[in-house]
């Protein structure tokens, strides 16, 4: 839903259609409350209604009557810092399906005193409200949150301590690379993530930790992991494509589970002139016809221009 909007509700809704047809007691929709808090609840009941009667999730206009309901008493703020402490308020109260994030729409109303103002609210000890806040740092750059966020990357709670990472990715800054390193050095909890923290604050060299750490895991990361820290290393590459972290890409590429994911590092090779023939020549026999045909037309351009 987050990246196709109302055409992946829809998906959503006929896959989950399925899968209640072979376990009737899976009645719950909680993707429908994720929709309404990352589409608005109009363009959702909209969606739904148009969709045929054994599609719709059962109980559904109940809830959103009574959602409307309560809107309607309680009408939106126009303060955007406001709506933000409306939604964490609602989120928080006992509920079936609790939302999990702050409407994305909402960064785009909020000013630098309102970031400033909400820097001071993840003071707060109370996870749930930390995971609420941390759901618009981890989508948007605040510097001025620098400190509080190097803290709770150590938080007990693993939701609070992701979010925080997520959200220090979004900051160019020393303390930012230091503690790149040390998840690097050091393999702890989000290790698999301590390349998003380099995306903007890589320096020559670091490569090498990056290296060590992807060898010294290859082993125990999960292909989701490995796809996540092989991903990153691509973005940092494509912004300081050096030769070591070029050397480093060409190294990692056959370790990339995700065919898109090597089609894009194979892109960042050929755009440098990195790629190495023996590389272009495994990558023609690849899985993905996307990246066959990426080191098809690399090696014909070679071929061409002797």
């Excluded at 929709?29 to 969606?47: F, K, N, Q």
């Excluded at 309607?72 to 939604?87: C, E, I, K, W």
């Excluded at 990472?165 to 702890?188: D, K, M, S």
Aim: proline fraction near 7%; glycine fraction near 4%; charge should be neutral.
């Amino acid at each position: 839903m987050q990246l196709d909007g109302l055409n992946g509700l829809r998906q959503i809704v006929q896959d989950q259609h399925r899968f209640t047809a072979t376990s009737p007691d899976a009645s719950h929709h909680p993707y429908v409350w994720e929709a309404r808090t990352l589409l608005g609840d109009d363009a959702v009941e909209s969606e739904l209604k148009n969709l045929p009667e054994a599609l719709r999730p059962r109980g559904n206009a109940d809830r959103a009557r009574k959602r409307k309901q309560q809107k309607a008493s309680n009408p939106r703020p126009t303060d955007a810092y406001q709506h933000v402490h409306m939604l964490i308020h609602d989120a928080v109260q006992p509920r079936l399906h609790p939302v999990s994030m702050l409407p994305y729409q909402l960064i785009h109303r909020l000013t630098p005193p309102d970031w400033q103002r909400l820097t001071t609210d993840l003071n707060t000890e109370d996870p749930a409200k930390l995971r609420l806040l941390l759901s618009l740092f981890m989508r948007h750059g605040v510097p001025g949150a620098l400190r509080r966020l190097l803290s709770l990357v150590r938080h007990e709670d693993n939701g609070v301590a992701f979010r925080a990472l997520r959200a220090l990715g979004h900051i160019q800054h020393e303390r930012v690379r230091e503690f790149a390193l040390e998840l690097l050095r050091t393999p702890q909890r989000f290790s698999e993530e301590a390349t998003s923290l380099l995306r903007l604050n890589y320096r020559p060299g670091d490569e090498q930790l990056i290296c060590m750490q992807l060898n010294g895991l290859q082993e125990q990361l999960k292909a989701g992991e490995r796809q996540s820290f092989l991903r990153n290393v691509a973005d940092i590459a494509e912004q300081f494509p050096d030769e070591g972290l070029l050397k480093l890409l060409t190294g990692a590429f056959p370790q990339q589970p995700c065919a898109c994911c090597r089609e894009r590092m194979l892109a960042v090779l050929i755009e440098h002139d990195a790629a190495p023939p023996d590389l272009l020549a495994e990558a023609r026999l690849d899985a993905s016809p996307e990246v066959r045909s990426l080191a098809t037309e690399a090696l014909s351009a070679a071929g061409r221009l002797r």
